[in-house]
């Protein structure tokens, strides 16, 4: 019923930056928070960033000052830029949005994930 397209992962060299985006689809009359997560090899799912509808945005400590989250909501699209990427910032990405339906319900979606390797 909603679908959510990431795209932009890949291997970058430390230091470098990648833009991720992630696009939603479906029966949506809304979407309120969007976000991005990750999960490394061996650990749990964490949060990343997430912005609200209204702009309102929540970081990671891990992140702050590094990884800026933005969406342009006639899209219905969430970009994640990362800069100055470490190593430990490797893991697959998945993109979260929390949308209401045409219907009135409201759906806690998830996207399939993109790989970031970041490595020399």
């Known amino acids: 019923q909603v679908q959510l397209v990431e795209s932009g992962g890949g291997l970058v060299q430390p230091g470098g930056s990648l833009r991720l985006s992630c696009a939603a689809s479906g029966i949506i009359f809304s979407i309120n928070a969007m976000g991005w997560y990750r999960q490394a090899p061996g650990k749990q799912r964490e949060l990343v960033a997430t912005i609200t509808s209204g702009g309102s945005t929540n970081y990671a400590d891990s992140v702050k000052g590094r990884f800026t989250i933005s969406r342009d909501n006639a899209k219905n699209t969430v970009y994640l830029q990362m800069n100055s990427l470490k190593p430990e910032d490797t893991a697959v990405y998945y993109c979260?949005?929390?949308?209401?339906?045409?219907?009135?319900?409201?759906?806690?979606?998830w996207g399939q994930g993109t790989q970031v390797t970041v490595s020399s």
């Open positions: 979260n949005a929390v949308v209401t339906t045409y219907t009135n319900y409201k759906l806690n979606s």
